[in-house]
């Protein structure tokens, strides 16, 4: 069974509550440390209960050099930090390190506040406390994705976030990453990740487990962090070892580009257009390559060479969609969705 099941039905279901190991957060948020010095700090997707945003940022606060901790919590969600009382009101906690001068959160340096309204990021009350942040952290809902990027971007705000790799080819996110203006961060780039999920959260997919507490889990495939911190791997270059042959990189019929099945494969002395895997922005250096545009039915780049009718071949309408179409003789081969991109220096 897939994977990613349990990620279709949350969208599905509009359930969206995925609760990020507190491990994936330490890996990936080392890489960015000289950034949060001095700086407000905003969870906005998080029930502290439950939330490793929280912890970590809350733990490490005096490490960090942070100014302060703003995390808010969605309607329903436990208002005591250390029982499971359903509180009728949504909550959002602001912490400003420990005033006994300790390294461990104290209880009473928590401040605790109720939300007139329900806690969605989306409403004014939550809008003022994203002016007051630097930088946003968190595990947004994954079926309100586009929404959530797009009220980052308004407000100017820095972040770090978590979300499909397939957000990528939404035509409101990769705009902002031709533009660089939003790229991976480093510490994830292949196989999948584990999320808890609430009691309630119906269990479907195969790679699924319950913890000897009761906590339920599951496993997502392609598991990205967003973000606009600048880090070092990302103006690390992707060595390149591989020549150019017709044979192992046929030209598309439909787009003036060469096809590309693997990033590590990209040829080094190719300097023309080429079409790669969405992966490819796990390795991607701006120094090195620029993107020109995405394969899609739309053609918003203005790329596409060809569009092909009823005479060209039956699936004609396929033909047109997401990828670059390879001929080989009178058949055509369409790829998957393609990023194009083009070498700006030589290795």
Same mark, same amino acid.
């Given at each position: 069974?897939?994977?990613?099941? $349990? ?89 400003? &390190?420990? %005033? ?37 952290? %968190? ?23 978590? &979300? ?62 967003? %973000? ?17 042959? %017709? ?13 590309? $099945? ?86």
């Amino acid at each position: 069974m897939s994977q990613n099941k $349990d990620l279709r039905e949350a969208k599905r279901q509009k359930s969206d509550e995925f609760y990020t190991q507190l491990s994936d957060i330490e890996s990936e948020l080392r890489h960015y440390t000289e950034h949060f010095r001095g700086k407000v700090v905003y969870c906005n997707c998080d029930d502290p209960r439950v939330s490793n945003f929280f912890h970590y940022f809350s733990y490490n606060f005096e490490r960090l050099g942070l100014k302060k901790l703003i995390t808010a919590c969605y309607r329903n969600q436990d208002r005591d930090l250390y029982t499971r009382h359903d509180s009728e009101r949504a909550i959002w906690l602001e912490y400003k &390190g420990n %005033t006994k001068g300790g390294r461990v959160p104290d209880v009473g340096d928590i401040g605790i506040r109720e939300f007139d309204g329900d806690g969605d990021f989306r409403s004014e009350e939550c809008i003022e406390l994203l002016k007051q942040a630097d930088i946003v952290v %968190t595990n947004p809902p994954f079926s309100l994705f586009r929404q959530y990027v797009a009220q980052l971007m308004e407000h100017g705000k820095t972040f770090l976030i978590i &979300g499909n790799v397939n957000a990528i080819t939404y035509k409101e996110i990769f705009p902002l990453i031709k533009d660089n203006r939003i790229w991976f961060g480093p510490s994830i780039t292949s196989g999948d990740r584990e999320f808890g999920v609430p009691d309630h959260y119906p269990l479907t997919a195969a790679t699924h487990r319950i913890d000897e507490n009761g906590n339920k889990f599951v496993r997502v495939k392609g598991i990205r962090w967003f %973000t606009n911190l600048d880090h070092e791997k990302r103006h690390e270059d992707l060595i390149l070892y591989k020549r150019y042959s %017709t044979e192992e990189y046929p030209a598309y019929d439909n787009y003036d580009a060469i096809n590309v $099945d693997k990033t590590a494969e990209i040829p080094m002395d190719w300097d023309g257009a080429m079409g790669v895997p969405i992966t490819f922005l796990d390795k991607y250096n701006p120094e090195q390559f620029e993107v020109l545009g995405i394969t899609d039915r739309d053609d918003r780049y203005g790329l596409k060479t060809k569009r092909y009718t009823i005479a060209d071949a039956p699936n004609y309408n396929d033909l047109n969609g997401e990828g670059g179409v390879i001929s080989e003789g009178q058949n055509y081969k369409r790829t998957y969705r393609r990023i194009l991109v083009r070498r700006v220096r030589p290795q």
